[in-house]
């Protein structure tokens, strides 16, 4: 079975408009692109770093899948700093990698880049199949893009696809929130009437 990492922007990079946030359903539909990948190239393990975004959604669609996951986590306490919700899904990813791919870390609660960077490689050097999030500028994630190419890893850029599937959700989800304002207006208008009060006179 073929292994696979994953690599991208962190979500502060993603695409953004005034009715987009990384929420818990933005996050599955990342989750659900890399299941798909999953699928169509035959993944048995999926190694992650863990980090918030494409990381853990490797993770949630590692567990979707029922397949290993294997864990190469930067240090110990990355997790400290974060919201509840991705807290809880590290716990879960961090159990879920013990029972099936392993888990590594380094020892000691100090932020490196060193200790980030050994992460990432090693990541890579036991994967087959990169899954990128990368939106085609110079930077961290190109570096490690060129870092694979130059390892012969098969390396799949899933970046336009998360914008027009997310771009896709937002719109919706904006258009929902619109109509039930809208409602939430027509229940007043017919309780208060409409217009001003020099309108009523």
């Not at 190239?41 to 567990?63: K, M, P």
């Not at 060129?146 to 719109?171: C, G, M, P």
């Not at 039930?180 to 001003?196: E, V």
Request: one cysteine or more; glycine letters at 6%; charged letters at 25%.
């Amino acid at each position: 079975m073929i292994t696979a990492t994953v690599l991208g922007h962190r979500p502060i990079h993603y695409p953004v408009s005034r009715y987009w946030k990384y929420d818990k359903a933005i996050e599955r539909v990342l989750a659900g692109i890399i299941s798909d990948q999953i699928d169509m190239n035959n993944i048995g393990t999926v190694v992650s770093n863990f980090n918030v975004g494409i990381d853990l959604a490797a993770c949630i669609a590692a567990a979707k899948c029922k397949i290993d996951l294997k864990g190469i986590l930067p240090y110990s306490n990355m997790q400290e700093d974060w919201g509840r919700r991705h807290q809880l899904i590290f716990a879960k990813a961090l159990i879920y990698s013990i029972q099936s791919g392993g888990l590594e870390y380094n020892t000691g609660r100090m932020i490196s880049e060193v200790k980030i960077e050994r992460a990432r490689s090693n990541s890579l050097d036991i994967s087959d199949v990169v899954i990128c999030l990368w939106r085609g500028e110079p930077g961290h994630v190109l570096k490690w893009m060129n870092y694979a190419k130059v390892h012969d890893k098969k390396i799949i850029n899933v970046w336009d696809l998360f914008v027009k599937k997310s771009q896709r959700y937002t719109e919706e989800h904006y258009h929902e929130e619109a109509k039930a304002s809208a409602d939430q207006y027509n229940k007043r208008k017919i309780k208060y009437g409409t217009g001003s009060l020099f309108s009523q006179l």
